[in-house]
Every structure is written in C-alpha cells, then in structure tokens.
C-alpha cells in the first residue's frame, strides 16, 4: 500500500468514526428523546383529559345529595371540567403531539434501518470510501427527507383562511 493510499484510508476511518458518533448517533438520540417526550405529552393529556370527565361525571352525580355549599361547588366543578377538558384537547390538537411523535418515529426507524458499512477484509478497521460514501448519501437523505415533512406538518396545522 502506497503512502497515499495510508493517508486516504486513515481520513477515511476519521471521517466514519466522527460522522458515526457526532452526526448519526446524535440525529439517533435526538430522534429517540422526541418520540419519548411527545409521546409521553400526548398520554399526559389523555390521562388528565380522562380525569376531568370523570370529575365531571361524579361531580354531577354527587351533586343532588350534597348540603347547598358542597352542591354549588360540585356544579362549578360540573361546568367547569368540560371547558378545560376542550381546552385541554385544542392544546393537544394545536401542538399536534401525535403529529411530531410519528414524525420523529419514522426518522428514527428510517435512520435505524440503514446498514452501517463493515471494515473490508483488505482494510481492517475501516469500510471503504465508496461505502462511507453511500451511508452517509442515505444518512443525509433520511434527514432531508425529515426535514422535508416540517412543511406539511405546519401546512396542516395551519388555522384555517377566513
């Protein structure tokens, strides 16, 4: 092997090592941690959405055998829960937490499926640069590709035109 060649194949395994941990595994985690947190945020408000009508439901239910204090306070919890829990569901809707969850979900899957080139044989250590070349051309891709559906995620939760 030619000193070139030595020099090549070493920014070569630079270039994989630094693109596969500062770039990949980042994108990788990033990904990961969205699909968590709206995830979580979108069963937050489920849940929360859930205890309000059931507040409801036993607040009106309580409601004729209270003392007139406790009856007043039961139909102000009665009214007041639907209108949080709408509240409540415009958040979520505006936010669109199911939206970016699945979005980051698709990225994720679609980064994980991507196959990460092998040292060759002739080369222990470092795949060839025409694979690093063609993982990272799919990497990128991948992230054009998230990037891409930003606009159709705001197209759709755009308020209407009056």
């Given amino acids: 092997m030619s000193q070139p060649d030595i020099v090549d194949q070493q920014a070569t395994e630079q270039f994989f090592e630094l693109y596969q941990s500062h770039r990949y595994q980042d994108q990788l985690n990033f990904y990961t941690n969205r699909v968590k947190e709206f995830t979580n945020a979108q069963r937050q408000a489920l849940w929360f959405s859930i205890g309000l009508v059931f507040a409801t439901a036993l607040a009106g239910a309580l409601e004729g055998i209270a003392t007139s204090?406790?009856?007043t306070t039961l139909l102000l919890i009665a009214a007041i829960c639907p209108i949080l829990s709408t509240a409540l569901a415009g958040y979520t809707?505006?936010?669109?937490?199911?939206?970016?969850?699945?979005?980051?979900r698709d990225a994720r899957n679609n980064l994980m499926h991507i196959r990460i080139p092998k040292s060759s044989a002739d080369?222990?250590?470092?795949?060839?640069?025409?694979?690093?070349s063609t993982y990272v051309a799919q990497v990128e891709e991948v992230l054009q590709k998230e990037n891409g559906f930003w606009g159709q995620l705001a197209e759709g939760l755009a308020p209407p035109v009056s």
């Fill in 69 to 71: 204090w406790l009856r």
């Fill in 93 to 104: 809707a505006l936010h669109g937490f199911t939206q970016q969850a699945k979005l980051y």
């Fill in 123 to 132: 080369q222990p250590g470092c795949p060839d640069t025409e694979a690093v």
